[in-house]
């Protein structure tokens, strides 16, 4: 059983459209963190959410994490090419773990 | 900037070949990573370490081993490389501490032939 599912796992948009994908778990989570992979590099942590019902933004970005602290969402307002990549979730059991991820691909 | 390094990103052998993959962080971080990523198996741990000579196995250790002599680098090696451990092989380093912050290499693609 996957710990951490995410959907979509793809998901292909055009510029400038709204979208949201999500991270799912039915265990409880101190944290979570969400990371970004561009084609070609490692994942980059993007925010880490501690707090129930806890809202970050990073620029057009919103993370949401749940008021259980079972699972995350990831809103994305206005897409960009440049947001184009995989987006992983990753939760700290006894270590690290990571969903499969949303293969992202915004369309110019 | 901070940086992990991996040495190569791309890497051709040969089934049999002994295969060496090195990282090397500049944070002082006290642990070090090494992930797999498969398409559709996303990233999975094969060994990780909190300390200088220490090392632990994550979830696909078999076919794998590592050393770390020195803070800073931590090394993957596959003992006789097979077709199966075709992949990219991503490392990762991290403070220590209940807030793991992984910063990622940029990847090594190890095609075994």
């Known amino acids: 059983t996957q710990l951490l599912e995410q959907s979509p796992q793809f998901l292909s948009i055009q510029e400038g459209e709204n979208l949201t994908v999500y991270c799912n778990s039915s265990?409880?989570?101190?944290?979570l963190q969400w990371y970004r992979q561009e084609p070609g590099e490692g994942p980059v942590l993007l925010v880490t959410?501690?707090?129930?019902?806890e809202v970050k933004k990073l620029k057009r970005l919103t993370f949401q994490f749940g008021d259980a602290r079972k699972d995350s969402s990831l809103h994305i307002t206005a897409a960009q090419p440049g947001d184009t990549g995989l987006y992983l979730c990753?939760?700290?059991?006894?270590?690290?773990?990571f969903g499969k991820g949303t293969r992202l691909h915004i369309l110019p | 900037d901070v940086k992990v390094t991996q040495s190569s990103r791309y890497l051709v052998k040969r089934t049999g070949e002994k295969v060496f993959l090195e990282c090397v962080q500049d944070m002082d971080h006290e642990n070090m990573f090494w992930y797999r990523q498969d398409p559709g198996l996303g990233l999975r741990l094969i060994y990780f370490?909190?300390?200088?000579?220490?090392?632990e196995k994550g979830d696909i250790p078999e076919g794998y081993s590592v050393s770390r002599e020195k803070k800073e680098r931590f090394s993957l090696i596959l003992e006789s490389a097979s077709t199966n451990q075709t992949s990219m092989y991503l490392c990762?380093?991290?403070?220590?501490?209940?807030?793991?912050?992984?910063?990622f290499g940029s990847g090594t693609q190890l095609s075994v032939l």
């Open positions: 265990s409880v989570f101190s944290s």
């Open positions: 990762a380093s991290s403070a220590a501490g209940p807030d793991e912050k992984l910063f």
């Open positions: 370490s909190y300390d200088v000579k220490m090392k």
């Open positions: 990753a939760v700290l059991d006894d270590k690290i773990i």
């Open positions: 959410v501690v707090t129930g019902g």
